[in-house]
């Protein structure tokens, strides 16, 4: 396994809610990032933090936010729900820049449904 | 931005048979990363290609890299029924700091036993 850890695994939201999916990366990896993957696609880049700070985002509104935590772990937090949110969400850690093979290690992912 | 395509988009293939997917891009690739997904599971790293025409053998899995390095490959020799599932391939884009995958849309192979 990768030691990338993701919670919850599965919940149901109805549209208009807030949901908080939360990630614990790999032990002495510093950076995470998120991806959302809708069925039947690859999955997209939300964004990433190193050292608990955004440096990168992809083309997600700003009700896509999220936080990193001094253990590097991290939260993905959705406002106002809408139908089309509903994918599989996946945290990647990687070790810090310059560091590693360009590897991510992905969790299992959050499965959210928005009814 | 830059994109990477992958060819079929699905496969089925009796258990013995060879498969292959294709990834092509419109601009050079400064490298190449390849995944595999379980029904049902998470992205896992098969491997990373940087180097003009590499190539890298993993048992049965056979990954190129093209000289122009517009384009990627991966074959399976002689598939088998654990081989079911997507097969991704991504660009990784640095930017200081910031590492993000670009994915294909991925290849999906079903096996007949």
């Known amino acids: 396994e990768t030691g990338v850890t993701q919670s919850p695994t599965h919940l149901i939201k109805t549209r208009g809610q807030q949901v908080t999916l939360r990630c614990s990366s790999q032990s002495g990896h510093n950076t995470v990032s998120w991806y959302q993957q809708a069925l039947g696609q690859g999955p997209q880049f939300i964004f990433q933090?190193?050292?608990?700070?955004?440096?990168g985002r992809g083309n997600f509104p700003p009700r896509f936010s999220g936080l990193q935590f001094p253990n590097y772990s991290s939260e993905l937090n959705v406002n106002a729900l809408e139908l089309d949110d509903s994918a599989l969400y996946l945290c990647a850690s990687s070790p810090g820049q310059g560091l590693g093979t360009g590897e991510l290690f992905f969790g299992e992912g959050s499965r959210l449904t928005v009814l | 931005g830059q994109q990477v395509m992958q060819i079929p988009q699905y496969q089925h293939v009796q258990e013995g048979e060879d498969f292959t997917t294709y990834c092509n891009s419109s601009?050079?690739?400064?490298?190449i990363q390849w995944y595999k997904q379980r029904p049902g599971g998470h992205p896992v790293f098969l491997i990373q290609l940087v180097k003009s025409g590499e190539v890298k053998k993993q048992k049965r899995l056979t990954f190129q890299f093209g000289e122009a390095k517009k384009n990627s490959s991966l074959h399976i020799t002689a598939t088998q029924t654990t081989d079911v599932g997507t097969y991704f391939c991504?660009?990784?884009?640095?930017?200081?700091?910031?590492?993000?995958?670009?994915w294909g849309l991925g290849t999906s192979l079903a096996v007949n036993p």
């Open positions: 601009t050079t690739l400064s490298n």
């Open positions: 933090y190193y050292r608990e700070e955004e440096n």
């Open positions: 991504a660009l990784m884009k640095n930017a200081g700091n910031n590492r993000k995958l670009i």
